[in-house]
C-alpha cells in the first residue's frame, strides 16, 4: 500500500483511466509526468493503450505526494525521488563529466605533442645538432 494510505485494487495492470481515479489527477496529467519522471513508463497494449503496473502507480501515488501535499516543485519531486532510489539520475550527467574529463586529458596530450613536434622540428633544422649528423657505420668502412 502507498504511503498515503490510497488503496490499489490488486491487479497486474490499470489502464490510464483506472491509474488516474487512483491517483486522484486526469488523464492528461499522467502523461505529463511520464515526460518528466523517468521511472514511470508504462508499456502499450497491442492497441496503443497505456498499460501500468502496480509499481508503476505506486510511484504515481508518490509522485502526486510530493508535488501536491508536500509542495515539491517538478524539478524538486525529481531530485526527491533520485536521492531516495526511486528515480534514475539523468543520463546527461556522468556522461557529461567523463567527457569533460577525456576532453581535459586529450588536450593536455595534444600539448605534449605540439611540443615534441616542436622540438623535433628545431633539432631536424639545426646542422650542428647531433642527432642530424651523419654517423659512421661499420658498413661505410668496407666501401
Known amino acids: 500500500?502507498?504511503?498515503d494510505g490510497t488503496a490499489v485494487p490488486l491487479k497486474l495492470y490499470y489502464r490510464i483511466g483506472e491509474v488516474a481515479d487512483i491517483v486522484g489527477v486526469e488523464p492528461h496529467v499522467l502523461r505529463y509526468w511520464e515526460t518528466e519522471f523517468r521511472s514511470v513508463r508504462p508499456q502499450?497494449?497491442?492497441?496503443?493503450?497505456?498499460?501500468?503496473?502496480r509499481r508503476d502507480v505506486d510511484k504515481l501515488i508518490r509522485v502526486r505526494d510530493l508535488l501536491y501535499a508536500q509542495g515539491f516543485t517538478i524539478a524538486g519531486a525529481r531530485k526527491k525521488l533520485q536521492q531516495s532510489?526511486?528515480?534514475?539520475?539523468?543520463?546527461?550527467?556522468p556522461a557529461l563529466l567523463a567527457a569533460q574529463g577525456i576532453r581535459e586529458s586529450l588536450l593536455l596530450l595534444r600539448e605534449d605533442v605540439v611540443a615534441s613536434i616542436q622540438r623535433?622540428?628545431?633539432?631536424?633544422?639545426?646542422?650542428?645538432?647531433?642527432?642530424?649528423?651523419?654517423?659512421?657505420?661499420?658498413?661505410?668502412?668496407?666501401?
Request: no cysteine; charged share 30%; net charge negative.
Open 120 to 143: 623535433l622540428s628545431s633539432i631536424a633544422s639545426d646542422p650542428e645538432h647531433p642527432l642530424t649528423q651523419e654517423i659512421d657505420t661499420p658498413d661505410d668502412d668496407l666501401a
Open 1 to 3: 500500500m502507498p504511503e
Open 44 to 53: 502499450k497494449s497491442r492497441s496503443g493503450q497505456r498499460v501500468y503496473s
Open 85 to 93: 532510489g526511486h528515480e534514475p539520475s539523468p543520463t546527461g550527467e
